[in-house]
Structure formats: C-alpha cells, structure tokens
T-cell receptor, first 114, second 116 residues
Framework: DTEVTQTPKHLVMGMTNKKSLKCEQH?????MYWYKQKAKKPPELMFV???????INESVPSRFSPECPNSSLLNLHLHALQPEDSALYLCASSQEAGGSREQFFGPGTRLTVL | GNSVTQMEGPVTLSEEAFLTINCTYTATGYPSLFWYVQYPGEGLQLLLK?????DKGSNKGFEATYRKETTSFHLEKGSVQVSDSAVYFC???????????????FGKGTHLIIQP
C-alpha cells in the first residue's frame, strides 16, 4: 500500500467553527508532514512529525493545531480560522531516516473559510 | 538556506514536441532531488528522483540527471502528450540540522499545456 489518504476532500467552515483534517498512511513511514498550498503556488511546509513527535513548526499560527495519535495517523485541528486560510491542505509521509527521503502526498483537503 | 529555481511558464507545446523544464538549486549539503507533478484538483505525485551526482531519474518517458557541477536537475521528455498537461514542481530534500526529517523545498512550479 503506497497511498496516503486524507479526509474530508472538501470542507467549508465559518470563522467560529472547530473542525479537524485527517491523514492516514500504512507504509510504515515514521515522518509525516502538513503543507498548505494556495492557488498557483508551491506547497508551503507547516509541520513535521518524526516518530510521532513534533519536530518542525514553521511558525504556524496557533489556530492550527497538529496531532499525531500514532505512527499511521496525523490530524490538523482548526479553530477560529480566517478567510485567508482558505487553501488546499496536503499531508505527506516519508521514511524517517536514510534512503532518498521522497515524500508521498495525499490528495489534499480543499478548505474554504467563510 | 536551500532554494530551487525553475521556469514558471505557462509553457505551451504541441503534442509530440520535445520538452525541457529547467531547474537549478542551491543547497548547503548533498540534497536529494525530485520532480513532482500535480494534475488539476489533485495532490502531488512523485514523478522521478535522484539521490546523488550523475544519477538519472526516469519514469513515464520523463528523465532528469543530477548535475552537481551546474547544480541542475532539468526535466526532459522526448515526445509529450496532451495527458502530460499539469503543473511540474522541482524539489529538494536534505537531512534536517538535528538529523531528522525535513520538509521539501519546492520551486515555484511550471504550468505545462500540451495542445493537440
């Protein structure tokens, strides 16, 4: 299984809502990532989890809260978002150490904040 | 810091034309290099990779060679098809300063349009 799955595919939320994005992989990868991608731009790294511990936080606002319940799952909790947070949110995974470190991406969650 | 520079496009070609998308990089160490492709409304798919100098990555008729002397990783295909229309991202990966995983550094992406 070389697939990264993400749910939901689309999400519309108001600025006062709380929602969560979910990501799952069953490739035995020990590193997982959240990226944000705006239209016509490359993905921007948000968070990196390594062996279920947060290792990189790219100065992301606290209204985004990541969680890694186990080695296969990664969540992104959303609260009090702004309209400018509307974007495609991509999850990825990779082997933690060694190898060529290619990252495998999920299909993304298209988020719209009203 | 690390950076990747690639032609942004859009690049418009006729079917069966030869494709080159230039990519150059700046890195402090010895990165791995990747090309990813993104079709409309989808996530990124790994197209090919190279992990050391002079490695050639290839997949689906696409090729790229890791050139350390020119810090380049240009993408080529001999005969493009309409189905190759997509956005192509050049990217690099290095081990983080603490020795663990790190995010990919992407170029800005090249929008490729193939006309019948």
């Amino acid at each position: 299984d070389t697939e990264v799955t993400q749910t939901p595919k689309h999400l519309v939320m108001g600025m006062t809502n709380k929602k969560s994005l979910k990501c799952e992989q069953h490739m035995g990868h020990r590193a997982m990532y959240w990226y944000k991608q705006k239209a016509k731009k490359p993905p921007e790294l948000m968070f990196v989890y390594s062996y279920e511990k947060l290792s990189i936080n790219e100065s992301v606002p606290s209204r985004f809260s990541p969680e890694c319940p186990n080695s296969s799952l990664l969540n992104l909790h959303l609260h009090a978002l702004q309209p400018e947070d509307s974007a495609l949110y991509l999850c990825a995974s990779s082997q933690e150490a060694g190898g060529s470190r290619e990252q495998f991406f999920g299909p993304g969650t298209r988020l719209t904040v009203l | 810091g690390n950076s990747v520079t690639q032609m942004e496009g859009p690049v418009t070609l006729s079917e069966e034309a030869f494709l080159t998308i230039n990519c150059t990089y700046t890195a402090t160490g010895y990165p791995s290099l990747f090309w990813y492709v993104q079709y409309p409304g989808e996530g990124l798919q790994l197209l090919l990779k190279a992990t050391k100098a002079d490695d050639k990555g290839s997949n689906k008729g696409f090729e790229a060679t890791y050139r350390k002397e020119t810090t380049s990783f240009h993408l080529e295909k001999g005969s493009v098809q309409v189905s190759d229309s997509a956005v192509y991202f050049c990217a690099l990966s290095e081990v983080a300063s603490g020795g663990g995983a790190d995010g990919l550094t992407f170029g800005k992406g090249t929008h490729l349009i193939i006309q019948p």
